[in-house]
Each structure stands twice: as C-alpha cells, then as structure tokens.
C-alpha cells in the first residue's frame, strides 16, 4: 500500500503520487469527516483504498479501518466498423464493429437505418464480439448500417454502407 494523503495532528499532507495534485479532503472539519475527493479520475486510478484511523489514547483492540474498491468507468472510444466479404448477390458478409477502449467492456448493437429500419438479433447479430452475420444478400439489403458501442459510461457510433 502506498499513502496519498494524511491528517495528523492537524496538519494535512498530500504525498508524492499521480494523484498529488488530484487528491483533497472533502470537508474543511477533519474532526467528524474524512472523505476524500479525486479529481479528474483516470482510469489507473482503479483498485483498493484503505482508510486508517488512530485515535489518540484509545487502547481497545478494535482496527479502525475501512476498505473500499474504486472501479473508474470508461466511455467507449469511437469504433471502428469493417465489411469482410464480397457483397454479391446470393453471398454472405460480416460486418465488424470495436472499440479500443471501454470499461466495462462496450455491448455492440447493430441497425440498418436507410433506405428503411432494421434492428437485428442473436444468432445474427452478437453483441459482445461486435459483428452482424448478412446471409443470401439480396438488392433490398443495400444501405447504411449503424453500429453502436455502448457501456454504462457512455457510446458512441460507426456506420458502414453496404452496396449489394
């Protein structure tokens, strides 16, 4: 473990971390309250914080310590969508759809927007490798395809045409 921050005898350090200048107690009263507040969470701020309190002349056995994990969320960043295969009439393509960031890992969904609206589903569509399986393409089946990648810190979308 590596100490971010301290208040002893009334006095407030910040130690020499990533988080120096990120890291502050909440309050201004340390006497009944001492959450802490990180500012412009990163990613690697995620893991295991412990807060320590020791009382003076206090000489029970009992530990005076909290435990929490933080998880900092990451929106995805824009995918990227790819068509493998030859789109002829009669043949079968995937369309790819990834993201290189996300956490949690990003849902993929899939949708044909023009000419008409489509929403696709499993087996066709799966949501958590990003790709969309077209079988026996037909001319109907030309347009622009959206695909969204999706996690509970935000989305964001590609599209792709597909010209049969």
Known sequence: PVQILA????????????????????????????SVLINATREQDSGQYMCTVNVVND?????????????VLVPPAV???????????GANVTLSCSSKKGKPSPMY?????????EVFF????DETRGTLKLTNLSLEMSGVYLCRA?????????SIVLEV
């Not at 107690?25 to 309250?33: D, T």
């Not at 000489?59 to 933080?70: A, F, H, P």
């Not at 499993?122 to 569509?125: V, Y």
């Open 59 to 71: 000489t029970s056995m009992v530990k005076n310590v909290g435990v929490i994990n933080l998880t």
């Open 7 to 34: 208040y002893l005898g009334g006095v407030v350090k910040v130690e020499e971390t990533d988080l120096k200048r990120r890291v502050g107690f909440l309050y201004r009263n340390l006497a009944y309250n001492i």
């Open 122 to 125: 499993p087996p066709a569509q």
């Open 79 to 89: 995918p990227t969508c790819q068509l493998h295969g030859n789109p002829t009439v």
């Open 150 to 158: 999706e996690n509970r810190a935000g989305s964001e979308n590609c």
């Open 109 to 117: 969904r899939w949708q044909r927007t023009d000419p008409r609206l």
